[in-house]
């Protein structure tokens, strides 16, 4: 492979990786407050596409307030799905579980799925791009909206990192994602906690939705391979842990756009594409069964 | 004196078994009562209806003359309930230090160099002050369940409520925990003790209320508790108990 060839995988892949952590990031924070696997994560994520291209396209916002209006918009929407149908668990509304979560995301993933197709038909939507033209540097050349998209993409997750890291209500998400009961007897409430951690996930999947929406086009079942690509991250970094998203939506951008390369048919590279994060996930937990980040967990 | 916490006529129950069975009780503002009772007599289960773990199907819990069934354990602990659990609760993965630091303990709008001042005292006079920057994951059991003591110092509550604080705790330790529980009592915090250390309950404690399957079975002053016929048949058994008295 040329040098040209490979720094354009590279760019191409640390780009992609930093949608792919938006969006796993957002399902390793609830799974590490709330103990679920959100099932409807790619439609939150499709959800995000679908504000996006309402309010840059047909009311004509500027691209960067639409991306954050996805945002609040899915900020709120993940708090009251959380409210409605996440927090009977912990009002012991429920006997089993897991089963109930997987149920309820996974039914709720149909019906916004459905919902989007009887409003806006199962046509593919082109919004606006966050920024046109194209970059070159030297004889590389990066495409403008992906490179802005993820521009805006680092800022939203170095926000997160901060909020995490820095404010009061960060420190209460960590704290109840490390021990609910915990939490709650130094006078933290596990309850708002627990939905402004799916606030915010869902926050960031609709941010990932919005960001890629121009790129590779709105749909209503748009979220459904990325979202595997975000259970493949989160298993492959550790479940609930963020560096570990973050690191491992990079390396599953790269290992995707530099295996292609590894066929010379880039037609048949392309087809596979999607298959070598399986392959990666497989070989890590062959080796690290807790993932790259994840603590080792034996189940009584 | 007007009572701090009153329950009455407590019922909680699982399935076919009533764990608590009508239980009446109240503690004074700084008294320090020590509950007892066999393995499965509703101990815990009781410090866990009191903390908020726990709704009651029946009977009434009031703290400070008002009621507190159904408000959640976070709103107790900031209402001044504070806890420890038989299985020591700490946050694992974050320092010493942080553990006390926590938000809840912390207020939002504290100023953070003065928490961690607090917190840096309470874990010199816990003898922890050398381990605050360790990850809490590293702490021997004893040091944990101090750790847990420093938590409640942070709250500052009206009442702590402590399950089998001493299990497992080596002497000096306990010792330590023993000044720990007299100091907060010196100064007004009223404490429910449970522990089947008997040295340690009868030491400490000017009142026992003894439990067994889920009711009250005595009520008063360590040594008329220590002779009354149906603990000493509860923990002894009918025969042993007849010998004994």
Redesign the interface.
Known sequence: MSLLAFSEQVINGLIIGVFYALAALGLSLIFGVLKIVNFAHGELYMLGGFVYYVFASLFGLPPVAAVLVACVALFLVGMAIEHLLIDPIYRGKVERVDEYAIMITFGLAILLQNLMLSIFGPWTKRPEAIFRGRIEIGELIVSGDRLAAAGVGIVLMGLLLYVLRYT??G??VR?VS??R???????????LTGMLAFGLGSALAGAAGALIGPVFLVYPTMGVIPVIKAYVIVVLGGLGSVPGAILGALILGLFENLATVLIPDTTRALAYKDAYGLVLLIVVLIFRPQGLFGEKVRRS | MTAQLVTDGVVKRFGGLTALDHVTFEIEAGELVGLIGPNGSGKTTFLNVL???YRPEQGSVSFEGRSIVGR????L??AGI??S?QVT??????SVLENLL????TD?SAAPRAAAEKGRAILDGLDLGRLAGEPAANLSGGQAKLLEFG?IM??APKLVLLDEPFGGVHPTLKRLMHDTIRDWNARGTSIILISHDMGSIFDLCRRIVALQNGRVIANGPPEAVRSDPAVLQAYLGTRSARAAS
Do not use: C, H, Y
Request: aromatic share 12%.
């Open positions: 009061w209500a420190k209460a704290a490390q021990d009961e915990t939490a709650a007897i130094v006078g933290v409430n596990a309850k | 903390s908020g773990f959640e354990p976070s709103a602990a900031t504070a806890r659990f609760k700490i946050f694992r993965r974050l926590v938000p809840g303990l939002w938590r942070m709250l």
